[in-house]
């Protein structure tokens, strides 16, 4: 069983940067590929950015890449996501997530474990 608590959006001006950070519970963090996901109003979540268990392997969407940063510190059990030149498109709840498995995937079906989710707003 792993516990996922987000912290670190907020509301933040467009152009502005933003890090969220994602705590984990357990002893096997290390073990667990990550995920970010985002839900805005109406819409159904998206794939963010994923990171492999070892953090050696990235992938992101499209409408983050070149701007959006994920890493993870095992040591510490938390995933990072660093957000820079955000948009008001990129408002939303982000959760974070966890797949017991060592390699990354987009597919939000292929985790497990989910955070409560963060509020993140871009004003423009």
């Known amino acids: 069983q792993v516990q996922l608590i987000e912290s670190g959006g907020g509301l933040v001006q467009a152009g502005g940067s933003l890090r969220l950070s994602c705590a984990a519970s357990g002893r096997t963090f290390s073990s667990y590929a990550m995920g970010w996901f985002r839900q805005a109003p109406g819409k159904e979540r998206d794939f963010v950015a994923t990171?492999?268990?070892?953090?050696?392997?990235?992938a992101y969407a499209d409408s983050v890449k070149g701007r959006f940063t994920i890493s993870r510190d095992n040591a510490k059990n938390t995933v990072y996501l660093q957000m820079n030149s955000v948009k008001p498109e990129d408002t939303a709840v982000y959760y974070c997530?966890?797949?017991?498995?060592?390699?990354?995937?987009?597919?939000?079906?292929?985790?497990?474990?989910w955070g409560q989710g963060t509020q993140v707003t871009v004003s423009s």
């Open positions: 990171i492999s268990a070892s953090g050696g392997s990235t």
């Open positions: 997530a966890a797949r017991p498995r060592r390699t990354m995937n987009p597919n939000y079906n292929e985790y497990n474990y």
